[in-house]
Every structure is written in C-alpha cells, then in structure tokens.
C-alpha cells in the first residue's frame, strides 16, 4: 500500500520565481495538509484540503496557495519567492480522523 | 496563544542509558497529542497518539506518557538506531479542519 507521495524530492529556484509542488495522498485518504519545515524547526501548518475546498489555513501569506483535486491529490504553489521560503515542505493525508502519515517531503532551496 | 515546546532540544546517550524526553503544551481544544519520529531529509513517521491524562502507551523501547499539561517520551536501553529527532504535536480543531501544532523537536544521538 502506497504512502505519502510527494514529488520532485529537491528543487532549486530564484527569487521572485514561481514553484508548484505535488502530493499524492495514501491510499483511502481524503484529507490533504501541507507543513512548512525551516532547518532546524518543526514542522508549521500551512493549510488543510478537504473536499476540494480550503478548510483551514495557518498563518502564511497569500503567497501561498494550493488546490486539491477530485482523486484527492494536491498541488502547493508560492509565488514570488523568497530565501526564507527556503524549507522541507511536508504534505500529511488522513481520513476523517486523527490519523495524519506524512511524505517524505520537497526540499525547496531558493538562491 | 496554542504553543508546544519539546525539551531537551538535543540530547546524547550511551546505549543502554534510559531516558525521557519532554512535551509541555498549551493548546486549546487539545484532541490529542501525537509523537513522530524524524530521521534526517525524512518526513515525520508516526510512534504514537495520545488522547487523555494519564493515558500510556508502548513500542518496543519507546513509552508515551500525558499528563493535563505535558507529555514525555521514555526510551529504556537505546540503540543507536533510535538516534532521530523526536516531534511532539498537539491536535486542534475537529477531523477534517485541525491541524497539528509542532514543537521544535528533540534530537537524539545514541552512541554505542
């Protein structure tokens, strides 16, 4: 049973750049969370998907924008990036519980 | 303010040298409290959710504790390959709109 499965494992950009990560979430999962994890740091929630719709969103700027689609799988863009935007970003998937599995994560390094 | 803070933020045992590692929280609405295990370049693997005081719970060397105000992580005789960083999150909010509030982590160096 797959995972967590989030893609490209390592990216690098400049500043001002656009960037769109991807999830897939586990098997039977329906809910899709994204964490921002700076070196060093735990992750920080970024926001939650549910039924194709935003549900909840943590403190990050409309910078950072996301969408879900109807098999489940999610997509995280940041525009206009900076070199604080710089970090481990983490997508989490769960079923209607408390159940979170994590990816193993996109490692954004903006130069 | 919903804030969690592990400590020590880093610790190194000999194998063989039991432990424990804290999670002190404040978080409102707390629906549970979740410990991962991290190794480096890794997303968090899930160990263990807590749900109400005085609730244990055990895997292998690892046992998880919680009280009204704090968590903690005891590792009995450690391994080198329990070396990771240990996170402690609290859950907040309802199934489908929480989200889980992290500490900074514990990082655990066994040496043999």
């Known amino acids: 049973d797959a995972g967590v499965t989030q893609s490209p494992t390592h990216l690098i950009k400049t500043r001002g750049q656009q960037v769109t990560l991807r999830c897939s979430p586990k098997?039977?999962?329906?809910?899709v969370s994204w964490y921002q994890q700076a070196l060093g740091q735990g992750p920080q929630f970024i926001f939650q998907y549910y039924e194709e719709e935003e549900r909840q969103r943590g403190n990050f700027p409309d910078r950072f924008s996301g969408h879900q689609f109807p098999n489940y799988s999610s997509e995280l863009n940041v525009n206009a990036l900076l070199l604080g935007d710089s970090a481990l970003y983490l997508c989490a998937s769960s079923l209607s519980d408390y159940g979170y599995t994590f990816g193993s994560g996109t490692r954004l390094t903006v130069v | 303010e919903d804030q969690v803070t592990q400590s020590p933020e880093a610790l190194r045992l000999q194998e063989g040298e039991s432990s424990s590692l804290n999670c002190s929280y404040t978080v409102s609405g707390l629906r549970g409290l979740f410990w991962y295990r991290q190794d480096p370049g890794k997303g968090p693997e899930f160990l263990f959710t807590l749900y109400s005081a005085g609730e244990e719970k055990e895997k292998e060397r690892l046992k998880a504790t919680l009280t009204k105000k704090e968590s903690f992580l005891h590792i009995t005789a450690p391994k080198p390959e329990d070396s990771a960083t240990y996170l402690c999150a609290g859950f907040h909010g309802s199934s489908n709109t929480g989200k889980l509030i992290f500490g900074q982590g514990t990082t655990l160096q066994v040496k043999p």
């Open positions: 098997s039977g999962h329906d809910t």
